[in-house]
């Protein structure tokens, strides 16, 4: 018997899963739109806009082709072509490597940082949204999608994110979270996405 459809809404009638999964497409198309009406409105595209974003705010030993694709869980091709396509617009450079000829990073011009910092704020309405919340919801919200996110990384549907629960100084301690780096217990609205200080666990 084949198994009934998430987006069948009778199925969903009855399924609280299917409908977080139809609730959490609904933002993701949210997501989408607000993506594209940036992208287009500046000539460009979403995956150029979101390469823009990253390049204004991550560190330089971040800023490779290589960190970029897992990021946005795209091939090197693909983030290749979009990055060619960006610097024929004058808006990134390349910065080569002084310990490897072989590999580079990537860098804005003055006038893709001018651009990058228009095109990020694709997003505010999202933010709005969730700034309407109570923090003590927000913060609950928060925890709940990383364990969502992690149980993607785990069924390799995504690429390992740099947030605390994949983190090397991450631990569970009962109900309670705790970070080994700063020796400290971690409030549901303390996790992060993306940490800076982010190390992937020893094997």
Known sequence: MAKESTFNPEHQATHTSSKVVAALERISEAFRVLL?????QYGISPIQVQI??????????????THLAAHFNMTKATISDAIKSIAAKGLI???????DSRSHSLHLTREGKSMARKVERFAEPMEASVQNMPA??????????LGLIQDLNQQ???TPQRMCFNCRFYD????????NLVNAFLKAGDLRVDCPEFRTPNT
Not at 36 to 40: F, G, I, L, T
Not at 172 to 179: D, E, N, V
């Open 36 to 40: 594209w009406q940036e992208a287009k």
């Open 156 to 158: 390799l549907v995504i």
């Open 172 to 179: 569970k301690k009962g109900k309670l979270h705790y970070c």
């Open 136 to 145: 003590e919801k927000q913060a609950n919200l928060l925890e709940q999608l």
């Open 93 to 99: 450079k390349r910065k080569d490597d002084l310990e």
């Open 52 to 65: 823009l974003t990253y390049l204004l705010h991550y560190p330089e030993k971040l800023k490779t082709v």
